[in-house]
């Protein structure tokens, strides 16, 4: 079946200006998840959904980024105000339920701030 | 708190030779569960393995295997017989029962040289 998918691929921004990436997870998955790989930060977790339950905000760097799931399937990851700080590939994943634990992950969208 | 170390930053071997991943982890839950990934040149990570602490039974997946052991908080991959598509980086995570997320180690890169 059709795995996690994310658009745009890339994305170029200028630096203050916002940006939406949106993430399509593979059907029936309750639990989704985003995370930031950037260079010399390795992966990091910034978001969390399961079901219609409060998500897990905890890994969010900055109140310039938020995120949306709804009707519990797609994602949109928004980042305000962009700072080069954020050039990043950001990646989404989904798992059928989290106690499942293994996650499968999209190919990622990778921001640039000029 | 949950760590993940993956000592090697990069490994170069020669096609055909074995190679071992290493990876250690810390954390204070009495469960947990390690995984592997792969990342291909592509970037999209896939997933590889999952195992729980409290099944330390080694496993074998054609060329690929995994070496658990508590006593050295270490789960490590082997490959056998390298090939040059086994080029990636590859990635040790955790995750702990309460956890919502994967604590990602920082990857080591192999380069599988024809």
């Known amino acids: 079946g059709a795995g996690v998918s994310q658009s745009p691929s890339n994305k170029v921004t200028e630096k203050g200006k916002d940006v939406e990436l949106r993430c399509d997870p593979i059907?029936?998955?309750?639990?989704l998840y985003w995370y930031r790989q950037s260079l010399g930060q390795g992966l990091e977790f910034l978001i969390y959904f399961q079901g219609n339950s409060a998500p897990d905000k905890s890994g969010l760097p900055s109140d310039r980024f938020s995120a949306e799931r709804t009707g519990g399937s797609v994602s949109t990851l928004t980042i305000q105000r962009t700072q080069q700080e954020d050039s990043a590939v950001y990646l989404c994943a989904s798992s059928l339920v989290r106690e499942m634990r293994e996650q499968y992950f999209g190919p990622g969208t990778r921001l640039t701030v000029t | 708190a949950q760590k993940v170390t993956q000592a090697q930053t990069e490994i170069s071997v020669v096609e055909k030779e074995d190679v071992t991943l290493d990876c250690v982890y810390e954390?204070?839950?009495?469960?947990?569960?390690l995984f592997w990934y792969k990342q291909p040149p592509s970037g999209e990570l896939v997933f590889l393995i999952r195992r729980n602490s409290f099944d330390e039974q080694n496993e074998i997946s054609g060329r690929y295997s995994w070496n658990f052991q508590k006593s050295t908080s270490s789960f490590n991959f082997t490959i056998t017989a390298s090939q040059v598509v086994d080029s990636a980086v590859y990635f040790c995570a955790l995750s702990g029962p309460g956890a919502n997320n994967l604590f990602f180690g920082t990857g080591t890169r192999l380069t599988v040289i024809p």
């Open positions: 059907s029936g998955h309750t639990a």
């Open positions: 954390t204070r839950d009495t469960t947990y569960y």
